[in-house]
């Protein structure tokens, strides 16, 4: 093998190496998202899951809302969320509505939010109507002396 032979050998595999390099970074850069998560359970107050609530997701500066469910354990995920800042809201019947304002998703990370429901306060009202029985006031009749004698 001649001098410029190695000197050939040596610049070609330089090359590749530079190329594999650029496209290593490349492809990492692509891999990077710029977007976030949000994950986190709905209880109750004695810290049992709730199932199947209604939670949304708004983000602040544009309005725009998603939505999802909790699982049969209570867990939630909205994932792939633009930046920005969110009030996340839970609802289900029987409860109170629980909400989380200025909730923070920044790049590339996952925000954990656990939310508590209460029970819902119920308001109960009973309405009675009907009329008092008729009393007899003009007969001087004793009620001892209404009673049929033979």
């Given at each position: ?21 650029v ?96 029970v ?31």
């Open positions: 093998m001649s001098v410029s032979d190695l000197k050939g050998f040596i610049w070609g595999t330089a090359r590749v190496l530079v190329a594999v390099s496209l290593s970074a490349v492809s990492s850069l692509t891999a990077q998202t710029f977007r976030g998560a949000i994950n986190g359970s709905v209880r109750d107050a004695s810290g049992a899951s709730i199932a199947a609530a209604t939670l949304s997701a708004r983000q602040e500066a544009t309005a725009v809302l998603r939505s999802t469910a909790s699982s049969s354990a209570g867990d939630f995920s909205f994932p792939d969320l633009p930046l920005g800042v969110y009030t996340v809201t839970a609802t289900k019947a029987g409860f109170s509505e629980a909400k989380s304002t200025q909730v923070e998703v920044s790049v590339s990370t996952v925000t954990t939010l656990n939310l508590t429901l209460t819902a306060s119920q308001a109960v009202t009973v309405d009675v109507r009907g009329e008092a029985p008729q009393v007899e006031t003009t007969s001087p009749r004793s009620p001892a002396s209404s009673v049929n004698r033979p």
